[in-house]
T-cell receptor, first 114, second 113 residues
């Protein structure tokens, strides 16, 4: 069964540094999402992406965040200047269709900002 | 926007007993309700979902019920086993282009021997 993959599995960075988190979606999927989960808390929506543009973003997704699909396969989340509060598990999810289609989650990238 | 409440936050049952987790949602436009199981340090895994055109769905020991009038849905696990121990999240979504999932706060289920 195809799976969403993410790299790296764990990223440690200094406050103020830029990080790029990478996701490889399931090959025929068209809808891409980033979520984050602070330790012990619920999963929170960050951004959705379809047809090479952002469909929706949450309040968390401020100017420090950006997403892109640079080569038609990878889907990346960039945080320009990391803050301590950005420390969390970041999950990529993908779906074949919008609406009532299942979103499949990747294994996550644990981001630790020191 | 959508708000999803989930109860209880922790649930301990003996092996073989049933477990019930309840969620309520606020946005009447929501029409897709998945349940995810998350083991420690792992990705959320879909275990069952229900769409608004049905009131109940069952898959072996797992069932989900939906009451659209009351805006609540529940997960039922029968004959619980130790491997059912995990955190369970409910979520809600609509059919819009974004279709983001709004998650509940999670229920930590502990199945004891």
């Amino acid at each position: 069964e195809p799976e969403v993959t993410q790299t790296p599995s764990h990223q440690v960075t200094q406050m103020g540094q830029e990080v790029i988190l990478r996701c490889v979606p399931i090959s025929n999927h068209l809808y891409f999402y980033w979520y984050r989960q602070i330790l012990g808390q619920k999963v929170e929506f960050l951004v959705s992406f379809y047809n090479n543009e952002i469909s929706e973003k949450s309040e968390i997704f401020d100017d420090q965040f950006s997403v892109e699909r640079p080569d038609g396969s990878n889907f990346t989340l960039k945080i320009r200047s990391t803050k301590l509060e950005d420390s969390a598990m970041y999950f990529c999810a993908t779906a074949g269709r919008a609406g009532t289609d299942t979103q499949y989650f990747g294994p996550g990238t644990r981001l630790t900002v020191l | 926007g959508e708000n999803v409440e989930q109860h209880p936050s922790t649930l301990s049952v003996q092996e073989g007993d049933s477990a019930v987790i309840k969620c309520t949602y606020s946005d009447s436009a929501s029409n897709y309700f998945p349940w995810y199981k998350q083991e420690l340090g792992k990705r959320p895994q879909l275990i069952i979902d229900i769409r608004s055109n049905v009131g109940e769905k069952k898959d072996q020991r797992i069932a989900v019920t939906l009451n659209k009038t009351a805006k609540h849905f529940s997960l039922h696990i029968t004959e619980t086993q130790p491997e059912d121990s995990a955190v369970y999240f409910c979520a809600a979504s609509d059919t819009g282009t974004a279709s983001k999932l709004t998650f509940g706060t999670g229920t930590r289920l502990q199945v004891t021997l």
